[in-house]
C-alpha cells in the first residue's frame, strides 16, 4: 500500500516526496446501511491505497459497538501502526481521532479543544520521510460556529500549528471540520494553510452525507512547500453504505529536508512547549 515515492532533479532542486494522505470520518464504521462492520471501513481506506490515514469518530471499547477497539483493528487490517485520542471518555469507553500509517511515525501530541457540549480534540503525528519530518495534524470540530472559531484559534496557536516545528517544516492539517468553505472558521484556516481540493477538476467535491453529497465539511489542508498534485472525493456503492461520510484523498508532493536542517532551526524537542 505504500506509495512514497521520492523525487530529485539533478539542477540542483530539492528532492521532493509524493505520497498519498486521506480523511475519513468513519462514524464509529456505522454505515447508512445501520451495519456496524470495521472491516469494511478498512476496505474503503485499501481502495484508496493511502499513506497516512486520518480517522474521525472511532469508538474504542465502546457498548454500541460491541466493545471493540475500532481503531486497532482497522490497523491489522491495513498492517499500519495506529495513534489514537480519545476525545470522550465514558467509564472504559472512548470515542475520538486516529492516525494511521505504515511509515515510520510518533506520537508528539493529542490533548483536548475548547469545547461546548461534545468534548472535540485533536491528535499530531511527526512522519518520517526518509530525513524529513512531515507533520500530520488530525481533528474533529465542533457543530456551534463560536466553538469552531475558538477551536481553529487553537489550532492556529503555539501548541499545535503555530508551533515553531510547524512553521518551520511541511504539515498537513485535516479531518471533519464541521465548517463550509464559506464559514469564517474555513477562511482563517485557509489564509495559513491551502485546500487540496481548490485545485481539483473540475471543482471541489462535497463528502456529506455520503448518499447525497451536499456539503464539503472534510478537508485537507497542507503547508510549507507541500504541493497538492490530485485529489479525490471517493464516492461509489461501497463508501455510500461504509459511513455517513465520504472519504477524501489528496496526492501531495512534500520537499525533503535534512533533519539536522530542521535541528538547526529549533528542533523538535527543544520547540515542544
Same mark, same amino acid.
Given at each position: ?56 469518530? #472511532? *469508538?474504542? %471499547? ?5 466493545? @471493540? ?9 491495513? +498492517? /499500519? ?45 511527526? #512522519? *518520517?520521510? %526518509? ?5 500530520? @495534524? ?9 466553538? +469552531? /472559531? ?45 485546500? #487540496? ?77
Amino acid at each position: 500500500m505504500n506509495s512514497v515515492r521520492t523525487n530529485s532533479d539533478p539542477s540542483g532542486i530539492s528532492p521532493c516526496s509524493s505520497l498519498k494522505v486521506l480523511t475519513y470520518n468513519v462514524h464509529s464504521c456505522r454505515g447508512t446501511d445501520g451495519k456496524v462492520d470495521p472491516a469494511r471501513i478498512a476496505k474503503v481506506i485499501a481502495h484508496c491505497s493511502p499513506d497516512i490515514i486520518a480517522l474521525q469518530e #472511532v *469508538d474504542v %471499547g465502546r457498548a454500541r459497538t460491541q466493545g @471493540i477497539d475500532q481503531a486497532r483493528i482497522i490497523a491489522s487490517h491495513l +498492517r /499500519m501502526e495506529v495513534h489514537f485520542h480519545p476525545a470522550l471518555h465514558l467509564a472504559d469507553e472512548q470515542y475520538g481521532d486516529a492516525i494511521l500509517t505504515a511509515l515510520p511515525s510518533r506520537l508528539i501530541r493529542a490533548g483536548p479543544l475548547p469545547s461546548i457540549g461534545e468534548p472535540r480534540g485533536a491528535i499530531w503525528v511527526s #512522519v *518520517d520521510l %526518509g530525513g524529513t519530518e512531515l507533520h500530520v @495534524i488530525n481533528t474533529h470540530l465542533g457543530l456551534r460556529r463560536r466553538e +469552531r /472559531m475558538n477551536q481553529v484559534v487553537t489550532l492556529l496557536g503555539p501548541s499545535w500549528l503555530g508551533n515553531p516545528v510547524c512553521q518551520n517544516s511541511p504539515f498537513v492539517l485535516l479531518g471533519d471540520f464541521n465548517a463550509r468553505p464559506s464559514s469564517l472558521a474555513y477562511r482563517t484556516i485557509a489564509r495559513q494553510a491551502t485546500d #487540496v481540493q481548490l485545485d481539483a477538476k473540475p471543482r471541489p467535491q462535497a463528502t456529506f452525507p455520503s448518499r447525497f453529497p451536499l456539503l464539503r465539511l472534510d478537508y485537507i489542508f497542507v503547508g510549507n512547500g507541500i504541493v497538492s498534485l490530485e485529489s479525490q472525493v471517493w464516492s461509489n456503492a461501497l463508501t455510500r453504505s461504509a459511513s455517513d461520510h465520504l472519504p477524501l484523498a489528496a496526492k501531495i508532493s512534500v520537499p525533503l529536508r535534512p533533519l539536522q536542517e530542521i535541528t538547526r532551526e529549533g528542533g523538535l524537542e527543544a520547540a515542544m512547549p
